[in-house]
């Protein structure tokens, strides 16, 4: 599957992909990414994530969270 989000349908399968990863987190809650050390903390209320940039950035993270339509803290 393609998510090269430089290209539309990339974009649309790594926003699938997230909305499903952050879909399972409950309020509040934190997802670790593993390959990076990154923290992410989700707001269903709000639709807001806080990133903490782990070892090595999530170059498309940020881009993809706002394509949801979330705002990032």
Do not use: C
Not at 29 to 42: D, N
């Amino acid at each position: 599957m393609n998510y090269d989000v430089d290209t539309s349908d990339g974009m649309k399968n790594a926003v699938r992909w997230t909305e499903g990863m952050i879909g399972q987190i409950k309020e509040g809650g934190f997802w670790l990414i593993p390959r990076s050390g990154t923290v992410v903390r989700v707001s269903h209320k709000s639709k807001t994530v806080s990133i903490m940039t782990g070892m090595y950035p999530e170059a498309s993270l940020r881009r993809v969270i706002k394509a949801m339509g979330w705002t990032i803290n």
